[in-house]
């Protein structure tokens, strides 16, 4: 079946510009995340919807970032007056069921190939 | 808070040769913890995971086993082979709570023929 999709593949942008970054989830999956991957290190998590809410954001560094996932499908990440810092690898992951708090067992994590943002 | 610290890299081998890739972790409770591995030009994948200690997870010939009191998760594999080349995290999540993943830093994997 399709996995994770995510687009653009890349996208370069000037400083200070607006950007969106969309993800296409495995179908059925409630639980989605965004993680973000500076090179060389490891992904950190930005955010996690469980249906169509925001259930955890402590990851999104500043108020410049959003992102929405309307009808619990497909999200969107929204970036605004991107900075060179935020220049990064933009992932994306799936699970069935996530934190879901009836859920007691071990969810695994699908993830897409990424977006690749670079703000000169 | 939670966190996962991993043997840096990079790391080069020959084929045939005995592979361990250190990691350990902070977590309160009793995490999951996971190895994820990223091919070159392609997305992270789940390579093995164990969700309770002395677990042991498996895949591909790769093992790590849950070790509570040392609280690591080391990853072996006892003959790597040239496509094995990649990228593995060290990776935990903590049941009840969203399941987001806390990785490691990385470690590059290169096996020469």
């Known amino acids: 079946g399709a996995g994770v999709s995510q687009t653009p593949s890349n996208k370069v942008t000037e400083k200070g510009k607006y950007v969106e970054l969309r993800c296409d989830p495995i179908s059925g999956h409630t639980a989605l995340y965004w993680y973000r991957q500076s090179l060389g290190q490891g992904p950190e998590f930005l955010i996690y919807f469980q249906g169509t809410g925001a259930a955890d954001d402590s990851g999104l560094p500043n108020d410049r970032f959003f992102a929405v996932r309307p009808e619990g499908s497909v999200s969107t990440l929204k970036i605004q007056r991107t900075e060179r810092g935020d220049s990064a690898v933009y992932l994306c992951a799936s699970s069935p069921r996530g934190g879901l708090a009836e859920f007691s067992g071990t969810d695994t994590q699908y993830f897409g190939p990424g977006t690749r943002l670079t703000v000169l | 808070g939670n966190s996962v610290t991993q043997m840096e890299g990079p790391v080069t081998l020959s084929e045939e040769a005995f592979l361990t890739i250190n990691c350990t972790y902070t977590a309160t409770g009793y995490p999951s913890l996971f190895w994820y591995v990223q091919y070159p030009g392609e997305g992270l994948q789940l390579l093995l995971k164990a969700t309770k200690a002395d677990d042991k997870g498996s895949n591909k010939g790769f093992e790590a086993t849950y070790r509570k009191e040392t609280t690591s998760f080391h990853l072996e594999k006892g003959s790597v082979q040239v496509s094995d080349s990649a990228v593995y995290f060290c990776?935990?999540?903590?049941?009840?709570?969203?399941?987001?993943?806390?990785f490691g830093q990385g470690t590059r994997l290169t096996i020469n023929p």
């Open positions: 990776a935990l999540s903590q049941p009840f709570r969203a399941q987001k993943l806390v």
